[in-house]
Every structure is written in C-alpha cells, then in structure tokens.
C-alpha cells in the first residue's frame, strides 16, 4: 500500500480532544483523520530541528506511530491538549536521534492508513524567479544567501558589512515580498 | 477545529525566524506549543518553508543570480554546477565568451575599503547593432571578506546577449565622501 497517497477520511472537523477519544475507542476514520492532521505540523517542526526532508519525513512517521499507540492504549492523559502530546513526542523523538544513529522502525501499524506526505507541491519555478527578480538586490542577495547557501545571519551581516537586525529586517520584508507576489497568502500581511 | 483561522495569529517575522532557528528558545518552544495546535499558523509556515525551498530550486537549477559572497560561489562549486568565472580589475578590459556553463561569476576587484551605499553603473553596448542602452544603476554589496563585488549570472541569461561591450562603474560612499572604482569592462562573445 502506498502510504503517500493521499485519501480523505469520511468524518473530519473533530475536535481534538473528540479525535483523540474516538482513536481510543478504535475509530478508523479518527486514526486517518489524526495522520492528516498532525503529519504537516510534525514534517515543519523536523525540518526545523533536523535540517533535512528524508530525517523530517522519518521523523514523521515515528511520532505518529508512537503517538497513535498510546491514543490506542488510552494512556494520553489530557486528550484535549493532544497537540502538546504529539509536540512533546516529537521533540524526545527528535533528542533520540541526536543521541542514536539508528532506530529500528515498525511499520506494521501505520501500513493500514494513507496521508499524505509528501512534501506540498512546489512553487511554480518561473513565477518565483520573476518575483525574485523584483526584489531589490539587497533583499535578493539576502535571501540566495541564506536559503541557498545557508548561511548564517550573522555571516551574512559579516559578509556584506551590515548588522545582523538589519539582515533579519530585510530576509523578513523579502520572503514576505516573494510570498505575497506569488500570491500564496490567503490573507494580508500580518 | 471547524474554523482555520488563528485568534492570535503569529507575527511572520517569528515564523522565518523559526524555520531559521533564530528565535531565543524560549519564544521558539511558545511557538512550536501553539504551531502544533493551529493549522492556520501551521498552513503560513509551510507557505514560508516553501519559498525557502523555491529559491534553492532555482539556484539549483541555474534560475537565479545576483550579488553573492565567496561561500556561496564555494556552496554552487560544492553541489555540482559549472562555472565560468572572470576577475575583473579597473581599467582592464577581460574578454568573456559564453560557454554551456550554468553559471558566469563575475567578481570586480577594487580596494574597496568600508565602502557603502554601493552601486554599480552598467553600459551595454551591442557591437553588433553599435547601439547603447541607457545606462541602468543597480545597488550592490561587496564581500568584505574576499574584498569584491561578486555576481553570479544563469548562463542561459549570458548566452542570450550579442557581441558586446560591458562597462561597469562601481561607487559608493567611504568616510562621507563619494568614491568611484573602474571602469571594469568585459568583451562578452557569444
């Protein structure tokens, strides 16, 4: 079975402390509608930590597992405060393996649901490149520094003889720019 | 979970620092607490871990140029790309011709100094056609650390441009009085 494509559960709109309810009681539909939920916000918070998409996907998978596991067991505390529960997996999770080199994965569980996560579809090339272009060099320099050569604010700043505020200042204003051009806010700028 | 939006929803200067770590860690576990139980927040993180993404795409895929420093030319060389690389100094004229590299890196070397508010003055003159285009300013950066004003163009960009004659001026301000460095010319081949 495929577990990166992506199916819709029947029954959605639970609210956490429902979801994490239902799970207990064996519910289906509540273990998908769990996955799809959680895997986007557990996928962000691995990048964030693990500075890579196959570590952040793995991670993923594990703090779902063990998640799901203990909902099945009815051994979550507070239910309502789910999200602080799959929060605090995560970050043992993501402690562990800064810790080991290996971890020994268990599939069988999470074999019967699909979710998606791959990662989201990406921007269109052409569109952001014009957007890119739009910017000021300044912003532009800023941004290819540190999204493609991952640098540092501070080596930034130390490269191009500025302080770091003014490096965090104009990465904000540009990746805002770049967001709002290629018309991915839903909303206005906050 | 029925309503997306966020009641308090997160400054996006906070979400591009997150995904940079560089928020204190305090503020950075509050916003993971709060990002693992709002999907609208969540949903605004990924839109800015997608830009990130789509500017590494570009740069990756020879889409992108600008002002760069010698660790990002360090990072292109590291990842595989080709590049065509030309030092140019004051009143010599270095003659370019475009190959099937994916980029050009064009590094003018001056005693640059402190200098600020930096801009480089760019005459085009088509040999071909023996026309001149206006002269177009552009704000710049130097490198301090390799002491020169780098720039990076997709070779397809430098394959597009006729017989030609670059001159460039590069000015800025030192100890409150204006300076001017140049002209660093390039004869440019198709």
Known sequence: ?190 | MSDNRCRAPRRDADLIDYLRGELPAEAEHVLEEHLFDCPACTEQLARFERIGAGIRDLVAGAMAGGVVNHQFVERLRQSGLSIREYRLTPGVTVSCQAGPEDYVLVRMAAEFGSLADVNVEVEFHDLERNAKAPVMRRQAEIDRAAGELMLVFPGTVVRSYPRSLWTMQVHGRMEDRVQRFGPFIMDHTP
């Open chain 1, 1 to 190: 079975m495929d577990r990166f494509a992506a199916r819709q559960p029947a029954e959605d709109g639970w609210e956490d402390g429902a979801l994490a309810r239902a799970i207990s009681g064996g519910a289906r539909a509540a273990e998908a509608e769990f996955c799809r939920r959680f895997a986007p916000r557990i996928r962000l918070y691995g990048l964030r930590h693990l500075r890579s998409e196959d570590a952040a996907q793995d991670l993923t998978h594990d703090v779902l597992l063990r998640s799901l596991a203990k909902l099945r067991a009815g051994e979550v505390r507070e239910p309502e405060r789910i999200a602080s529960f799959v929060l605090g997996v995560a970050r043992m999770l993501v402690h562990e393996r800064r810790r080991r080199r290996e971890d020994q994965l268990n599939e069988e569980h999470l074999a019967r649901f699909e979710y998606t996560l791959r990662p989201p579809d990406p921007l269109a090339a052409d569109r952001l490149r014009q957007c890119l272009d739009q910017l000021a060099e300044r912003e532009r320099a800023i941004l290819l520094l540190t999204y493609y050569a991952d640098q540092s604010t501070e080596n930034i700043a130390a490269s191009l003889g500025l302080k770091s505020g003014t490096v965090r200042v104009i990465r904000h204003r540009g990746v805002i720019a770049l967001r709002d051009c290629v018309g991915a806010a839903p909303e206005a700028s906050r």
